[in-house]
């Protein structure tokens, strides 16, 4: 792909400190995502010092703050995040760090959405850059996914896409663009949307973001395969009997439902969270560490999926949508009663998904993709289940009734950590089989806090680094998937089976043969 940049930043997966300042544009700054995520990001890459003393972050939105507003806005978005609401430590002053944090954040007032706005936004960010020696720039589209390609438009045609705007020398300098998910509604949108990103952009320039690849678990996920000789040898068809991707919510859709009536679970999480995990569960090593090694065996996993059977749609998708229910001892509302909903809505609130890897590795072994909304707890996890011994000489010494195989398990959330489950003999004068675990714990193990992926993300953003982000080329293979499936959900080929809020969702679950839900 073509290579656009000449930075001075590290391409290593290891976080890095940045070491340039940059304007941080953020568009849709007062939207929930950047008040609740990226703010929080932003603040607590300040307290950690890996934002350069010279970064400025310049908020554009439609509200009208005043500069004193902003900061109150500010103030109050960081203040009860931590590593404010922790206890007080030895030397730290919350209050005086979001002083300084306020001092290198700025507002911008302006509809993002109309292309003779730029003018004024470009003068804004020039001023800023000029005033600071400021040549580097990353602009994060935190808007709603209809905005992206009206700000990528406008970008280029006021001048921003490039920093040579700027009335000083900038030589080596970038400018990348962050665009959060949905990236497309399907095939047709997602091809669209890249092909006028790339044509205003390079892709390395481009950072589309899946904030789960963020998250340390899943990080880990290359080095526990590849590092640890014990388990590379046994993953593969041979021994592997099949694989569960689970991404549970125990919360309804809130204050999403416009945006969420027309996805769906599919597009909300298994066309990106799912699939991007299946993908380095199931990738080949890679011949290094860096972005396009690694986005480049993923992408072959995405493209050795099984085209879905859309003649016989039943047999590899269970789909279902909640009905009122208890969760925590409390009633919840069903689906078709959340605000913004339409009553006779058939959008999938749960969906478990069977499909197949067609290679030498994975070949015969199905994969199992299940999401869902108002299930009983939060709860995202990876099982592995490897295939039982040949010749189980004390299968009737079971004291359970569970099959007898081993399983390992990588939390994503809660907890998060890896345990594999073993079966051992149980104290006493008779021979009695029990299944015990063996644990890792991140928080146990590990004193430091754990960083917030989007604290990961946008530093590895900062510094060039896109090995957690998705390239072109893998999201236009995972919607090839996905955009049949959802043309027979369209066309009401497929079932959407009612379940109370609360419960573990269809019971068509047990149509795939496993406890999925």
């Not at 390609?149 to 020398?169: A, M, N, R, V, Y």
């Not at 204050?255 to 080949?284: C, P, T, V, W």
Request: aromatic content about 10%; some cysteine.
């Amino acid at each position: 792909m073509k290579n656009c940049e000449n930075n001075n930043y590290a391409q290593t997966s290891g976080g890095l400190k940045q070491n340039k300042a940059c304007i941080i544009a953020v568009f849709g700054i007062s939207g929930d995502l950047a008040r609740k995520k990226i703010i929080p990001a932003l603040f607590n890459l300040f307290d950690m010092g890996l934002l350069h003393e010279n970064t400025r972050i310049i908020g554009i939105g439609r509200r009208k703050y005043s500069n004193i507003e902003y900061n109150e806005y500010i103030k109050n978005t960081v203040n009860n995040k931590p590593p404010c609401n922790r206890e007080n430590r030895k030397n730290y002053s919350c209050k005086e760090k979001i002083e300084n944090f306020m001092l290198i954040n700025n507002y911008h007032a302006a509809d993002f959405t109309n292309p003779e706005e730029y003018a004024a936004i470009k003068n804004f960010l020039k001023q800023t850059a000029s005033e600071n020696k400021i040549c580097d720039f990353l602009y994060y589209l935190s808007t709603p996914p209809d905005n992206f390609e009206h700000i990528i438009t406008s970008l280029h045609q006021s001048g921003l896409s490039k920093p040579d705007f700027l009335d000083i020398s900038c030589a080596g300098s970038f400018v990348r663009v962050v665009i959060e998910k949905p990236y497309g509604y399907d095939i047709a949108s997602a091809r669209a949307l890249n092909e006028k990103v790339l044509s205003i952009f390079c892709e390395d320039q481009i950072y589309r973001i899946d904030h789960y690849l963020g998250k340390e678990t899943i990080q880990n996920i290359m080095i526990f395969r590849f590092i640890n000789g014990i388990f590379e040898p046994v993953w593969n068809h041979n021994y592997i009997d099949n694989v569960q991707i689970k991404v549970y919510e125990a919360e309804g859709i809130g204050s999403r439902g416009n945006y969420f009536d027309k996805s769906g679970i599919i597009r909300d999480i298994i066309q990106n969270h799912s699939l991007q995990i299946l993908s380095m569960i199931a990738m080949e090593p890679s011949a290094s560490i860096d972005a396009n090694s690694v986005r480049n065996e993923k992408l072959k996993v995405l493209q050795s999926i099984r085209p879905f059977d859309t003649d016989n749609p039943g047999a590899s998708i269970v789909t279902g949508q909640y009905e009122t229910g208890i969760i925590d001892g409390l009633p919840v509302k069903g689906y078709t009663d959340e605000d913004n909903i339409n009553k006779n809505s058939a959008t999938e609130t749960f969906a478990a998904i069977k499909l197949f890897i067609d290679n030498w590795r994975w070949a015969g072994v199905p994969f199992y993709l299940c999401a869902a909304k108002r299930m009983p707890e939060r709860l995202s996890e990876i099982i592995i289940t490897f295939k039982p011994a040949p010749h189980l000489i004390f299968n009737n010494l079971c004291a359970s009734q569970e099959a007898v195989s081993n399983e390992l398990t990588i939390r994503i959330q809660p907890d998060e950590g890896i345990s594999l489950k073993i079966f051992c003999k149980q104290p006493g004068f008779e021979t009695r089989l029990q299944p015990v675990l063996m644990n890792f714990n991140y928080s146990a193990s590990f004193d430091q806090k754990m960083p917030e992926a989007y604290e990961r993300l946008i530093l590895d953003a900062l510094n060039g680094d896109a090995t957690l982000f998705m390239r072109s080329d893998e999201i236009e293979t995972a919607w090839n998937y996905i955009t049949p499936i959802l043309k027979c959900l369209e066309q009401k080929r497929v079932t959407i089976n009612k379940y109370a809020a609360g419960s573990l969702g269809p019971k068509l679950c047990e149509f795939f043969g496993l406890d999925l839900c």
